[in-house]
């Protein structure tokens, strides 16, 4: 099970963490990451970490603005948003690759399904 926390409304250039619960288990099996979602668009991978060597992958939207992080002393992995956009309004999904490997990542980012993904977290960005 993963379970997100942390979304909320944001002004513009604005901050949010957003941090996603998981079991111990899965922290150290499957790569975890973040897609977003906003209405009338298609699912967008953020970012990702893997658990094998902790290689980190981001969108080009968010590269330098996001940072992904995992603390297995929590059992949490966060995304720490900073200068936050409009077009960052979505609601974000904390999900799971299929192994711990940087390419278990793909499918977070691709069309592809993940193993399992949380109920979601709301972002918004207006003033």
């Known amino acids: 099970q993963l379970v997100e926390s942390g979304g909320g409304l944001v002004q513009p250039g604005g901050s949010l963490t957003l941090s996603c619960a998981i079991s111990?288990?899965?922290?150290?099996?499957?790569?975890i990451g973040w897609f977003r979602q906003a209405p009338g668009k298609e699912r967008e991978g953020v970012s990702c970490i893997s658990t094998s060597d902790l290689t980190t992958r981001y969108a080009d939207s968010v590269k330098g603005r996001f940072t992904i992080s995992r603390d297995a002393a929590k059992n949490t992995v966060s995304l720490q948003m900073n200068n936050l956009k409009s077009e960052d309004t979505a609601a974000y999904y904390c999900a799971a690759g299929y192994g711990p490997s940087p390419a278990n990542c793909a499918v977070i980012f691709d069309k592809g399904r993940p193993k399992d993904w949380g109920q979601g977290t709301q972002v918004t960005v207006s003033s």
């Open positions: 111990v288990f899965t922290l150290n099996t499957f790569a």
